[in-house]
């Protein structure tokens, strides 16, 4: 076996078996995006690059279905429209195209999923910083050290690795723990 799939995947299995310490973090998560859908509101998700994707799968199962058919539950990524997204960062700046869209959008009892695999991304900082002034729970899906949004997130979970691949590995992980938990909990799965 090539050493660079070896060093992966021992890179991986060691970062998976710390992941039992992020479990509280993770229950809280899904508990307060639950209590945002059973109050008829929504969970916004962000993060740039990986993170922007992640952040289209997680709101693709919430909307669509994760493993059983069921009722759809309201969830949008904001990195998904373009013409928005190119307007606020060509009017603006880059670092305002989450935070106008959470400023439009949001309403008090909404939940932002903040998604930063440095915990640093001016532009989801941004986002966060708008949601708490909006009343919108924000919950951070951080790595490293957590970065800038672990002191400002009501429930940072940082996967504590520094490497961007172990990390967005981590995420796609908790990102479905989120929705089994949330599907079991509103009575769904």
Known sequence: MSDIIQRGLEEHLELFRSLP??????????????????????????????????????????????????????AVALSTDTSTMTCIANDYTFDEVFSRQVAGLGVRGDCLLAISTSGNSRNV???????????????????????????????PIVVPSQTTARIQEA???????????????????
């Open 21 to 74: 310490s992020l479990a509280k973090e993770i229950e809280r998560a899904a508990s307060l995006i639950c209590e945002a859908l059973r109050s008829g509101r929504k969970l916004m998700l962000c993060g740039n690059g990986g993170s922007a994707a992640d952040s289209q799968h997680i709101a693709a199962e919430m909307a669509g279905r994760f493993v059983k058919d069921r009722r759809p539950l309201a």
């Open 125 to 155: 900082i941004r986002a966060v910083q708008t949601a708490r002034t909006a009343g919108v729970v924000a919950i951070g899906l951080l790595g490293k050290s957590g970065g800038a949004l672990r002191d400002i997130c009501d429930v």
């Open 171 to 189: 995420h796609i992980f908790i990102g479905h723990t989120l929705c089994a938990l949330i599907e079991e909990a509103l009575g769904l799965a």
